[in-house]
Nanobody, 121 residues
Framework: QVQVVESGGGLVQAGGSLRLSCIVSGLTFDDYAMGWFRQAPGKEREGLASIHISGGTRYADSVKGRFTISQDNTKNAMYLQMNSLKPEDTAMYYC???????????????WGRGTQVTVSS
């Protein structure tokens, strides 16, 4: 059974930083692309960053230069370092595993339950 578990969310002031973690089990980690998504209340889920098995990355324009995605294949783990956080970054953040390194929801088969990030002004 595949499990995807996010952690690291919390409350932070604008301009601050957080590091999200995602641990995956039940699949061959090296066979999957990984992605970070978020969904704010009343808004659609959006792709933020993805990382290919080769290490290549993609970022949404909204987070480029502020967020950094990385992974540790030895731990079946993926991370999202978030710097210069803004109130508009407030959302539930989700980790997902899929076959393609794109920021498209339908590309991802396995999802976590999310971790809440709240940025105060």
């Amino acid at each position: 059974q595949v499990q995807v578990v996010e952690s690291g969310g919390g409350l932070v002031q604008a301009g601050g930083s957080l590091r999200l973690s995602c641990i995956v089990s039940g699949l061959t980690f090296d066979d999957y692309a990984m992605g970070w998504f978020r969904q704010a209340p009343g808004k659609e889920r959006e792709g933020l960053a993805s990382i290919h098995i080769s290490g290549g990355t993609r970022y949404a324009d909204s987070v480029k230069g502020r967020f950094t995605i990385s992974q540790d294949n030895t731990k079946n783990a993926m991370y999202l370092q978030m710097n210069s956080l803004k109130p508009e970054d407030t959302a539930m953040y989700y980790c997902a595993a899929g076959r393609f390194c794109r920021l498209l929801i339908n590309d991802y088969n396995f999802w976590g339950r999310g971790t809440q990030v709240t940025v105060s002004s």
